[in-house]
């Protein structure tokens, strides 16, 4: 059974955990600034967001999922979902069979349209859905594009130590934050050397690498939203659309323009 800190998210979820079939669609709208408190399922999850973005974190990594992309979880791994805004999740939940189609880790990948439309499906059918009828085809066909899905470098490594989480926090909090290390020492409690060197230690990535896939990672999330490429540039802490497309297509292979959905 799940673990999970909102007792009112156990009891919906169990159903969906523990079905028989090898794949079943979950759906459910949650309200803004909702987290699902630290918890594991005993199966692998895509969760999809309709609209909105969600950050979800694992004991290694913070992952940012925007519209268009969907998180594979593996099962037993725990983590916690948060959703700033709220959003609407369609989500899968799938046997252990069924499960060896998607990555062997937490990954972002790409939710084609067709594979949208049959996480739809899926979250129409009832848990126990007919192994006779039409929807076994919906099954085998959404195993398939979880199988083929490109994988989106949407993640962040989580920081262990305290000194290290309360600059890291504030950055999220804030990600156009100019301040450097030295600035940080005060409120890390530790000098502006040892928080570089813990940022390697923990990371693998210094201080500035990570401030920006932060700002990258969150500039795509933005863009995901319909936000305008100048606008987001400015709002993640660069000074000039310029600057941030080339870092953007540096990191993602693509402009932030293409990368915008417009409502």
């Known amino acids: 059974m799940s673990q999970i800190g ?128 039409p929807v076994r085809h919906v099954v085998a066909l959404a195993l398939h594009e979880i199988g083929r899905a490109a994988t989106r470098p949407i993640s962040l490594p989580a920081c262990r130590d305290p000194r290290l989480r309360r600059v890291t926090e504030a950055l999220l909090a804030d990600p156009a934050d100019p301040r450097g290390l030295e600035a940080f020492a005060e409120i890390a409690g530790a000098s502006s050397r040892t928080l570089a060197r813990l940022f390697r230690r923990d990371t693998g990535m210094s201080f500035q690498a990570w401030r920006r896939q932060l700002r990258l990672t969150e500039g795509l999330a933005a863009l995901a939203q319909g936000q305008p490429p100048a606008r987001v540039a400015a709002a993640v802490g660069y000074s000039s659309g310029p600057a941030f497309g080339a870092a953007f297509r540096a990191t993602f292979g693509k402009t932030p323009g293409r990368s915008r959905q417009v409502p």
């Open 6 to 133: 909102h007792r009112d998210d156990i009891a919906p979820l169990i159903a969906f955990e523990q079905a028989p079939r090898p794949l079943v669609g979950y759906a459910r709208d949650y309200r803004a600034d909702h987290d699902t408190g630290w918890h594991a399922h005993p199966r692998a999850q895509l969760l999809h967001a309709m609209a909105g973005t969600m950050r979800i974190a694992t004991a290694t990594a913070l992952f940012i999922v925007p519209p268009g992309t969907g998180l594979w979880i593996p099962a037993h791994t725990e983590h916690i979902t948060r959703m700033p805004a709220g959003l609407a999740m369609r989500g899968l939940f799938l046997r252990a069979d069924a499960a060896r189609a998607g990555p062997d880790a937490v990954t972002v990948v790409a939710i084609s349209p067709l594979l949208r439309e049959l996480i739809l499906a899926a979250c129409e059918q009832p848990v126990m859905w007919d192994e006779q009828g």
